[in-house]
């Protein structure tokens, strides 16, 4: 198939390079001239535009915006509206909020686009490990687009297939669900990076009660100098805990076993916020998810192991950097 994709950083530029590996052709645009020659190297068609990009896609079109959520997704999204014609589809693989996805399926709907929001989960090891993918939208056009799933999404192969479960593999052994109509797909990410946020704070809180076990003020006898690297390394072998998550604390640890490259100032992307917000408006308790968040709120002002460490995940999965300066 032929796609065409928008924003070419972290994750953009893998998804196309999956893509392209799997023998789908891809039309290229970002506003960094250095991200288009170097898919184009690799065998993409670069865009000097959003215009010459749907020109050099064949009708009916997809195209995909990987954009940071809030105005440059809007902005593109709009752009792209001008240049489509019936028939065609805008996907959105960021992190909207689902509220704006089903506004953006009505107005687009008056043109007769479709929209579909996916989110998108796997970071940048998503090229090799293949991309979690969870799709809102109308059902024919996910039905038209599934090719382009099967490449991106980790395959049945990824992991043991669950017991209960028989027969030929479903998309959700592969990797991707159609979730519902519009905003369902972002909406479940949200709720995955929500989750996301109470592992990861759980992992971050432990590692720091084991490394400073040791403490003078801990009686004789009860004090105790673990390795932690050695101790994420052991957990990952047939313990209940052990994940990928773990698995990437034992990467970063090894590293760095003392995480002095990081401050501990940890950030959030938006979808923790919104996760605690669905939790109220649905009069669901959710504390373990709220106080992981506040715990990123709190990191801003004075920062732990905890914190150090949950930084260092987030640079293992998903390729985020520290932004030191950030203010409460």
């Not at 989960?121 to 991309?131: A, F, I, K, Q, T």
Request: aromatic share 6%; charged share 20%; glycine share 12%.
């Amino acid at each position: 198939m032929q796609l065409g994709m928008v924003g070419l950083g972290r994750m953009g530029a893998n998804l196309v390079r999956r893509l392209m590996r799997a023998g789908h052709a891809c039309v290229v645009f970002d506003r960094d001239g250095a991200a288009i020659d170097a898919l184009e190297h690799e065998g993409a068609a670069p865009a000097s535009s959003l215009a010459e990009l749907v020109l050099r896609l064949q009708a009916p079109r997809a195209v995909w915006v990987m954009l940071p959520h809030g105005a440059a997704t809007e902005a593109a999204i709009a752009e792209l509206a001008g240049h489509l014609a019936a028939g065609d589809v805008i996907i959105d693989g960021g992190n909207s909020h689902h509220h704006d996805d089903v506004r953006r399926a009505r107005e687009l709907a008056v043109r007769s686009i479709d929209y579909l929001d996916i989110g998108t989960s796997g970071g940048v090891w998503g090229l090799e490990r293949g991309y979690c993918l969870m799709i809102g939208g109308p059902a024919a056009c996910v039905q038209r687009l599934t090719p382009l799933f099967e490449a991106l999404a980790p395959g049945v192969a990824a992991q043991p297939r669950t017991a209960a479960r028989a027969g030929d593999a479903s998309p959700v052994e592969r990797g991707w669900l159609h979730c519902g109509p519009a905003g369902a797909g972002h909406f479940v990410k949200m709720i995955h990076n929500g989750i996301e946020y109470g592992m990861m704070q759980a992992l971050a809180e432990g590692f720091d009660i084991l490394r400073n076990a040791g403490k003078a003020s801990l009686g004789e006898g009860h004090r105790y100098d673990f390795d932690v690297a050695d101790i994420a390394e052991v957990w990952r072998r047939g313990s209940v805990v052990s994940s990928w998550l773990l698995d990437l604390t034992a990467q970063a640890l090894a590293e760095d076993a003392r995480l002095d490259g990081f401050t501990g100032a940890v950030d959030d992307s938006g979808e923790g916020r919104w996760t605690v917000q669905a939790a109220v408006d649905t009069a669901v308790s959710a504390p373990v998810l709220t106080a992981a968040l506040y715990a990123r709120f709190r990191s801003r002002q004075d920062h732990t192991f905890a914190e150090k460490l949950l930084s260092a995940l987030r640079r293992q999965f998903g390729g985020h950097v520290e932004r030191p300066t950030l203010k409460p």
